[in-house]
């Protein structure tokens, strides 16, 4: 028996006209070096139409992919709504990728329109020559366009195509199911994989986003996302605030300290997202020089695991930090960790520094060895996989599927789920430590080490051994002049740890090797144990 | 270009894991005579699993309906889950319907099993015999059956079938569109008609019902839905509360004042949803008895107009009712009266009385004479038509194509919506007066003549006029002993309402006519009017 109700898809268009409809008194505030522009929400939405038809003047036609190279403002927004509401494809390209990278990830999305904004135009320069497939540069505010030339791509002013536009765009009926934005994930190897986010799995990731147990969005909040639009739909938050009705404040490239506490006083966002190291600055800035943080209800915080110290320092201010926790594979929010009700304290914060539960809609199962699904009794340790309508299946024309068991994502996180629900990621999975049938977490082991006073940095790896088929190497970097050694290392971490974790190898060095974005390269040391280039102490 | 997001279906089924699997701990609260009875929402899902094995042991299959004729209790939640999670639909039963039209609805809807309370079981007994398609009836609690035997049908014990069936369902796999539970509307002319919603309608309105601008519900709720699960699924607050990890607070047949003021201090719900006339009779108990209504952070309120008065009155106590507007054919959720950011006091209060702002994910729009769409200024007049993922699109085995406009519901309701996205209802289509193209509200009318001290009821409608097409005709029931006549009545009414709205034609009547609900019955003063059975006096 099919139901009677209505047959409405869930689209990015369906947001686009009630954000800027419903709510269209709201505005996109964006900084800039001279202080905030203002655009109200019924302007973004006619300038989304623009844009639309600029675009389609451009030939952008069917499922094309427009690629954007912007930070967080009010014409990124504009693009965000426009590309996927005309049924072209969004691809946010992270401006942080090597010039390798982006060439790569603009021809496998095959980009035909960049957006780039006029203070990138010398980045994007150094790579768009290698851009084959991009035709047209489309170039946002004012700027020195020569660095372009000779790329053998046509140049616009964003603003010249909208003006000579119509305001008026026959938004399609488009399927759900299409797809409306893309990612890449910075993966640490190989090429890095692409991500098409649905118009159904935009919505709905927004819709929950705007839940009580997320974020809790409404009218009355003005959200600034802090997090780059480059960087999985900025956790979704903007197209979440034009669901919510809520206003939204954009810092632009400004995401130092100082300009975002002045941001914040000046324009009293209620909800920011953010790194912890962007919060851990603004903490730093705010003790040292002084600061209104009192308009921000919540700040959801991601992309690493937020250190309780940060948590607590943001207590004391009277914000309150939730950790979400998430991957471009999942839209990105997974989990939300608020406390369980009724519990307040340090008990809180316990579980404000787990990753919380997960978001209505979403599964999360906890699987070990041979691929089994093990209890959810907070103690037993395997791989997150997680299930949902916002959670990738597949990466975009790549044969992957080691990602993918049974219709759920791997993770690669590795880690506890309790009986109310509550995740605890220890480790990453390729850097878990499989001894004898049991699972040693490297970070745990890695942290551990690291309180010693002597200890400066601390990498374990597992390398191969004949009876445990694993067994942990500590790689410990010493400050200077210190006596330390590895038996004392061992007694101390053998007052937290349990004895069969202890690690019998171990190695003195002048500095862990980091990748590219500052991470202990674990893959270094373990060539260089399995060359024999690591001098290792054996203990028993 | 398809998304790689994975296909996972949005079903009541995965709103029971998720509530019964990361929220178990949370609970049910059912009243009784004897105080409260408690059950875990682990529980729940167990004894869902279990009915589902006993319905399919009684040879429900495939979509086939199962009723229920139950009050708001831990079993009707269980039903609410089990039967759409294994294929079935459910029906509820409006246990306040005449004989006729419940035997007409069961053969209407085919349902195979009637679930029953005990304290029902002589209620369904008159119509029983007369529900053909019904095979089996099954009692929840400790009832007399005898009432029931006699009609044919197979009598069972609810806990007995539990507790003979596995703990363990094999949940099926479920197309999102298909049907999930039916309700009837009581329309006050011609049969009943039917809506189906599906799993998807169900489930994408109890996410927007979990979001900031409905109720914002989260695990940190308890939530108590007064307003009985036969109407339009309790406004869906119990699949919400599953869905947001709130526990659930139920009252089962124990609606008077006294004992929700027993059970609102005894068991603290956060969040509480009933129809005006509850709300007023529970703010008198409290004015006169006392009681502590401090729990609630919320008070859901519509089914009818919220009065100012009671909105004011609860304001006084610290608590604050929000109007929400819907019928049985959204599902019922539509639009929430949230005052817009910043606005307070009286001005609040104007915004708080209108029917609020349409939810994410729908769109509403005004639509006048020969079905063109007019403006959102908040002056126009005309008929509210809806449309989203959550409203219906037909009736079930019914041809009524009247109510459907390019796919569009109109509602029946007439009013205006401002540019800020406000609708105002001024009256009920059919009783709309349309008067040389322009509208007039009799609601209006009748409120401002029964506003005059002498008057104790005044119903209008609009009659045939040679030359505007309609004219108002305005029946009034004088206080005994009153002399004010017709002409001044209309001076009265000429204080506040345009001359061209003032009615012409006067009747003097004892009683309003009404149905059987209470409602002013206009039908018949209309046929009274045609008839020339009412002395009419026209003023110029």
Redesign the interface.
């Known amino acids: ?10 689209t990015i268009t ?2 686009l ?2 954000g800027t ?5 709201r505005e996109v505030v964006t900084w800039t070096a001279d202080g905030p522009r203002r655009r109200t929400f019924a302007e973004v939405g006619e300038r989304a139409a623009r844009l639309a038809n600029a675009l389609r003047a451009l030939g952008v036609d069917g ?1 094309q992919r427009v690629g954007t190279f912007m930070w967080n403002n009010a014409e990124h927004l504009e693009a965000y709504l426009a590309i996927p509401s005309m049924g072209a ?1 969004l691809h946010t390209l992270n401006i942080r990728l090597s010039a390798d990278q982006l060439a790569y990830i603009a021809g496998h999305a095959e980009d035909r329109v960049v957006l780039v904004d006029a203070s990138l135009v010398p980045l994007l320069a150094t790579v768009l020559p290698d851009m084959e497939t991009v035709r047209h540069v489309v170039v946002v505010g004012d700027a020195d366009t020569a660095p372009l030339e000779g790329a053998g791509k046509d140049l616009h002013s964003y603003e010249d195509l909208l003006a000579a536009a119509s305001p008026d765009f026959d938004w399609p009926e488009l399927d759900e ?4 934005a893309m990612c890449y994930t910075s993966g640490t190897t190989g090429n890095p994989k ?8 935009s919505y ?1 990731h927004s ?2 986003a ?4 997320a974020f ?6 003005r959200v600034m996302p802090v997090v780059p639009m480059f960087h999985a739909n900025a956790w979704g938050l903007p197209y979440a605030a034009l ?3 809520a206003s939204l404040v954009m810092p632009d490239r400004f995401l130092q300290a100082a300009p975002l506490v002045e941001l914040i006083e000046t324009e009293r966002p209620t909800v920011a997202g953010a790194v912890p190291t962007i919060w851990a600055d603004l903490l730093r800035h705010v003790r040292e020089h002084g600061g209104d943080l009192s308009s921000l209800r919540l700040v959801p915080c991601g992309g690493s695991a937020v250190p309780e110290s940060l948590l607590r320092g943001f207590d004391e201010l009277g914000v309150r930090i939730v950790q979400a926790w998430g991957m471009t594979e999942t839209s990105p929010v997974a989990t939300v960790a ?1 406390p ?2 009724g519990v307040t304290g340090d008990e809180a914060v316990r579980y404000r520094i787990s990753q919380g ?2 978001l ?2 979403l ?1 999360v199962r906890i699987v070990g060895d041979g691929d089994r699904v093990i209890p959810n009794d907070g103690t037993s340790v395997g791989e997150v996989e997680i ?10 024309k790549a044969e992957d599927a080691g990602r993918f068991h049974d ?1 759920w ?1 791997r993770t690669g996180d590795v880690g506890t789920l309790d ?3 509550y995740l605890v990621l220890t480790d990453r999975a390729k850097d878990v430590i499989k001894s004898g049938g049991e699972w040693i977490s490297s970070v745990e082991l890695e942290n551990r080490l690291m309180a010693h006073p002597d200890v400066v940095e601390a990498a374990v790896v597992g390398v191969p051994d004949d009876r445990w088929q694993e067994r942990p190497l500590a790689s410990v970097v010493l400050r200077e002049g210190a006596t330390t050694t590895a038996a004392d290392l061992r007694g101390f971490l053998g007052e937290h740890v349990p004895h069969w974790q202890l690690p019998e190898r171990w190695t003195f060095i002048g500095e862990v090797p980091k990748t590219s974005v500052g991470k202990f390269d674990k893959k270094v040391l373990r060539r260089r144990y399995a060359d024999g280039a690591l001098p290792v102490e054996h203990l028993d």
Chains 1, 2 share one sequence.
Do not use: C, K
């Open positions: 028996m099919w139901s009677t109700m209505q047959d409405v898809p869930l369906s947001i006209r009630f409809g419903t709510f269209g008194t499922d494809v199911r299409q797809a409306a692409g991500v098409a986010y649905s118009h159904r799995s709905l819709m929950s705007a839940t009580g147990n809790g969005l409404s009218a009355s909040d669901l919510a009705g608020h369980p009700v539960r997960v209505a809609g599964e299930r949902g309508p916002w959670i990738t299946g597949a990466y975009v219709g994502l009986p109310d629900g």
